[in-house]
């Protein structure tokens, strides 16, 4: 049989059909493959991966660097595929042969078992036979005599249609028609992930180093054992090789005494199989013989390029590694030499290339520098070029290009570390400050807060730098340590920084102290935040240090908002909403995004709310930042929870939750388990809520802001209240009270307001009921929290009900039904059974003509009107018996609308009450304010924002 070829190239043809084989006992089939006494583990989907490439190519080159199974793989493809041919498949091993295509021939012809023929060279003699064949043809070990391999391979696939050949080598053959296959490590545990033994032993790597220490009778799979092992594997790189000779430790060593020996791998991984191969009895023996088999250029580069952790891109591969006998220029070359090679791994997930070395092969190349005696100068040029990265960084975390950065710097950061360590090693603490200090941003926004203090910390401590490098480090280390909780901390360095900034005249720095010092106050002390975040905008526009100026106005926005000031919260936001467009900064971007979000989700535009927190949410999660991600998942929870979709607004929380405990932040931490509390508790489970409460609580007082600590405080008295334990519930509430108002965040003491008055009403206590849930409405007018003004009602017609004011509580009910028909604003599963019970006993309690007329007059009324009309009617009576003070509610509910331009009938319908009433108030009016028209009432009403 034979295959057809166009042009001479290895990629035409069809793969032996089946119907080629002979029947039966006629199939003399035959083969040399080695019979190999340990099992074949994994790689089923490479094995597939492999025949269907020889069903298009009639060369395919199995790649990869020493160790990684190459051979192993060949001869299991060969033995599967082995009845596809009607010659066999046929194992030459080339690894002792040297020189032309003429000398490799003999292995090839030694396998096929050829006599020599006297008239004929071997090389003609193994042209002949295989030109009358089908078979597939493994060639072993080609990299040592690549280019004698590539000679005779082209010559065997023009002349002999009818053979496949399945090569393994370091690199290519580099023929027309090669199909290249590079075998990748056997599958492993990640470093930080999969640590359950039923997710470790799916691994292959695992899989393999279990089935080689079978025979080892006293190892007992126990989760410890597993992890170890999982360990092992993933530090070996899922290289077979190194796994069956640290395998082969066992009985001698724990798997646990195994790992912690991997730093001495070379020493330790010896012992391999009398009978393999030299180069595969130690790892080291395995790694020699591909170094011995590398140019003097070659050899330099990839012991240099160990310096590198991660990986590295080209430009850095040029900056590190050239110099002495290596030029720049020449980098590119070798190294395109080595990937060629199998030595160095190219990835192409990015937009660049990116190079790494496996952890094994830097091991044996970073032994190599140091024999060397390259090692310190490296290593210095090496900590230089990661100098320069940051400081470009610096520069670009504010701009148009951070979230590209930010990305650059998170695939840099083993290669920072490296050169932070190195900085620490006694070698140049102030390289290390520089670098550490000017990816404070990077260490921010991608919630490495505890790592990102350490370094900076530590290395502030080793050293006395120049005042302006210190000023800058102690910024940094006081902003991670705020958004980490730790606000004593932080407050000493913001004041340190700051004095240094002042004295060496350095108005960005100054700036950046004052907003950090404005963050702490933000969340402490709000009120207090407002000078030192305008003076920060004052010197961030001076210095045109726009990533400040978007910074200072949106905390300026948030620390309205802390005050529950949801009015004064927009301008700022609005503000750095437009400096952060302008600029293309994307940090700035996001946190306007979900402050003007939050401020619409508490006015109730619920449409515009979802809108921007979407789309800072998504702007949140594209620069990979976790906190203001947090932040993003824990305002749509709310507005879902509103709209009635409790399964997405849980999802949200937990979400929310799960990020802040990853970045170690028990400031964040605090807020999301007091927002995913309250949820909880308001969907009826005060048995988790309490959980999330007492956990928040729970936490260091300095961490998080006061708001967060009364929510926890607050929902804590609810679910015990909800669980019986009164007494408590009654504690926790008065300290709840007390932390509200040290916060002085209105809208946490209008919540802490409504659960005093929800318990003064169950204790019948009806004055104090009224007194505190109008003391919560006139709180929520003042800072404009619409939707809260909703249960505000709610809670007033449950009081009036139990005072026997059906009425009252009908048009209140009402007005709130109609309210969240129109704005899809969901009652609480736990506030549904009072809302309902409130309505049975009004509909109860009046005819039902009147109920259903009075139903209809509440429905009519806008939020602002049934909010005027539940104060009116419990209103009390003001102290001052003249001027605009001494007027009632009810006198000023009718100024109010005599100045909207309404006649008396108007208002009394508007009202509820005739129009001689009317006119009776408006008489008290003229009198306490010696007016005589209306139209004067109307102006002064007007003037006065009435």
Not at 555 to 583: K, T, W
Not at 866 to 872: D, G, I, N, P, T
Request: proline letters at 4%.
């Amino acid at each position: 049989m034979s295959a057809g070829l166009d042009d001479g190239g290895a990629s035409v043809g069809t793969f032996p059909p089946s119907t080629l084989k002979p029947d039966g006992a006629a199939r003399n089939l035959r083969q040399n493959l080695p019979r190999l006494l340990s099992r074949f583990v994994g790689r089923e989907q490479e094995i597939a991966e492999i025949v269907n490439l020889l069903g298009a190519s009639r060369l395919v080159t199995l790649t990869g660097p020493p160790g990684i199974g190459k051979t192993r793989l060949a001869l299991e493809v060969a033995a599967r595929a082995s009845e596809t041919f009607p010659d066999g498949a046929w194992f030459a091993d080339l690894t002792t042969e040297s020189g032309d295509a003429a000398r490799v021939a003999r292995p090839i012809a030694a396998a096929l078992r050829l006599r020599e023929d006297p008239s004929r060279t071997l090389f003609e003699t193994l042209l002949s036979h295989l030109r009358h064949t089908t078979l597939l043809l493994v060639l072993d070990n080609c990299e040592h005599v690549i280019g004698a391999c590539a000679h005779l391979a082209e010559t065997l696939l023009s002349e002999c249609p009818g053979v496949w050949i399945l090569a393994t080598s370091r690199e290519t053959l580099e023929i027309p028609g090669e199909t290249r296959f590079a075998v990748p490590p056997l599958s492993a545990p990640g470093a930080a992930d999969e640590l359950a033994p039923e997710l470790i032993a799916k691994h292959d790597a695992v899989t393999l180093f279990v089935e080689r220490t079978q025979a080892e009778s006293s190892v007992v799979l126990t989760p410890p054992v597993l992890r170890a092992v999982a360990d092992i594997c993933r530090r070996l790189d899922g290289i077979p090789l190194a796994i069956e000779l640290a395998a082969a430790r066992v009985g001698v060593l724990s798997p646990a005494q195994i790992a912690a020996r991997l730093g001495n791998r070379f020493n330790l991984l010896t012992g391999g199989a009398r009978t393999a191969p030299p180069r595969h009895q130690t790892l080291l023996s395995a790694l020699d013989w591909s170094y011995d088999l590398l140019s003097r250029p070659e050899r330099t580069l990839l012991c240099r390029l160990s310096v590198f952790v991660g990986g590295w891109t080209l430009d850095a591969a040029e900056e590190v590694c050239g110099g002495d006998d290596l030029d720049s220029h020449e980098v590119l070359g070798f190294l395109a030499r080595l990937a060629a090679k199998s030595l160095v791994v190219c990835d192409m997930a990015g937009e660049d290339v990116r190079y790494r070395l496996l952890e094994t092969i830097r091991a044996y190349g970073r032994e190599k520098l140091v024999s060397a005696g390259e090692e310190a100068r490296v290593r210095r040029t090496h900590a230089g070029w990661c100098l320069g990265l940051a400081a470009r960084a610096e520069r670009e975390l504010t701009g148009r290009n951070q979230a590209a950065w930010l990305d650059r710097l998170e695939a840099e950061l083993p290669n920072v570390r490296v050169a932070l360590e190195w900085s620490m090693g006694g070698e140049d603490d102030e390289v290390g400050l520089r670098i550490a200090s000017s990816i404070t941003l990077f260490w921010l926004v991608r919630g490495r807060l505890v790592e990102g203090r350490e370094w900076l910390e530590t290395l502030l401590a080793r050293g006395q730098p120049a005042p302006s490098l210190r000023a800058w480090s102690l910024w940094g280390c006081g902003f991670l340590a705020v958004m980490l909780g730790d606000f004593a901390d932080a407050q000493a360095a913001g004041e340190q920084g700051l004095e240094l900034f002042r004295e060496v005249g350095d108005n960005r720095g100054t700036a950046r102290c004052l907003n950090l010092l404005g963050v702490l106050k933000a969340h402490r002390d709000p009120a207090a935040s407002r000078p030192l975040l305008e003076e920060s905008i004052e010197r961030a526009r001076e210095s045109s240090d726009n990533w400040c100026l978007a910074e200072s106005l949106g905390i300026l926005g948030f620390a309205q908002v802390f005050q529950g000031d949801f009015r004064a919260a927009q301008p700022p936001f609005r503000e750095c909403l437009d400096v952060a467009r302008r600029e293309g900064n994307q940090q700035g971007l996001r946190m306007a995004l979900l402050g003007l979000g939050y401020v619409a989700l508490q006015r109730a535009d619920h449409a515009l709310a979802a809108a921007l927190l979407g789309d800072g949410l998504e702007v949140a999660s594209e620069l990979g930042d976790p906190l203001w991600t947090a932040v993003g998942h824990v305002y749509l929870g709310e507005l879902e929870a509103l709209l009635g979709d409790y399964a997405s607004a849980q999802a949200h929380e937990q979400e929310a939750l799960a990020l802040a405990r990853e970045t170690g932040s028990a400031f964040f931490l605090g807020f999301c388990l007091s927002f995913l509390g309250k949820l909880t508790l308001a969907c009826g489970d005060p048995g988790a809520a309490r959980a999330l409460f007492e956990e928040g609580l729970a936490l260091p007082m300095a961490t998080g802001h006061t708001s967060a600590r009364a929510l926890c405080l607050l929902g804590l008295s609810q679910a015990l209240q909800a669980l019986g334990e009164r007494h408590p519930a009654g504690q926790a509430l008065g300290e709840a009270r007390a932390v509200a108002d040290e916060s002085g965040d209105k809208l946490v003491i209008s919540w802490v307001l409504d659960v005093q008055g929800e318990a003064a009403r169950a204790r019948a206590d009806w004055e104090e009921a009224h007194s505190r849930h109008h003391e919560a409405i006139s709180l929520r007018l003042q800072i404009g929290h619409i939707s809260g003004l909703v249960g505000s009602l709610e809670r007033l017609a449950g009081l009036a009900c139990d005072q026997g004011r059906y009425d009252q509580a009908v048009r209140l009910l009402a007005a709130s039904d109609a309210f969240r028909t129109q704005h899809r604003c969901e009652r609480f599963p736990t506030e549904r059974s009072a809302y309902e019970a409130a309505k049975d006993r009004a509909r109860g309690g009046l005819p039902m003509e009147q109920f259903r007329l009075t139903w209809d007059q509440g429905a009519a009324l806008s939020i602002e009107e049934a909010v005027q009309y539940a104060l009116r009617k419990q209103g009390r009576r003001p102290s001052q018996s003249t001027g605009w003070e001494s007027l009632t509610r009810a006198e000023r509910d009718v100024v109010r609308l005599v100045a909207q331009g309404l006649t008396n009938p108007e208002i009394g319908r508007r009202l509820f009450i005739s129009h001689r009433t009317v006119q009776s108030h408006l008489a008290h009016v003229f009198a306490k304010l010696n007016m005589r028209s209306r139209d004067q009432v109307a102006r002064e009403a007007l003037s006065r924002g009435i």
